[in-house]
């Protein structure tokens, strides 16, 4: 990505404390809604989450572990340790930390299944941020995920929609096969979102016109008995 002089300003002012302080009055006074449920906007100073998508991301996470607490669980990235207490597996290729397993997902093998699988922002570098890009490792690694699943076990992903798109393309078409997908777009410069359709979001850019993700999927997968 080329250096662009004028955004790299911007997130310093962003990042500032003062700017720090009035974005979390603001937010903080706000909520957003997904799928008829109201969430409070996560303001952490781990990666200035006032100013980009994990706004949003965190406070879904959150409740959906605080809803599974008793269950076994996966997280694919090492993400929401960052900002939560959190005591489940993590799987991360390439993110060095005391607890997480440094080890392709698609090569992963654990003794027992996972009654709940998370990802956040991670399903978007599969095949795509090294030198050869690989589409088919996307699928792969869905399908993998969704193997590590117990009966009635859980996943749920959220990504980013224009950072990769094969991926962008995968959810068009409904490659994927999950059961559902709900889309949240950034709708101004104080980081609010707002729930709209795949036709909203379809053929966003990423770091534009806001920094980060602009629109992201939030897709869950249940895997019921046949």
Known sequence: MSFNPIRKIKKLVERS???RRSAEKFLSA??????????????HPHNHTWTNERAVEISIAERALIQRKQFRTLEVGNVTRH?????HDVVDKYEKADGVINVDIVSFSPDQKYSFILAISTLEHVGWDRDKKE????ITAVDKLKELLTQNGELLLTFPVGFNSFLDEFIEEGTLEFDQCHFLKRINAENEWRQVEWEEVKGTSYNSPYSN????????YSKNPR
């Open 17 to 19: 404390y003062f700017y």
């Open 30 to 43: 706000k909520t957003f809604r997904l799928d008829g449920v109201e969430y409070p906007y996560t303001i």
């Open 83 to 87: 900002y939560l207490q959190t005591r």
């Open 135 to 138: 589409p088919d490792k996307i």
């Open 213 to 220: 993700a602009n629109a992201i999927v939030v897709a869950s």
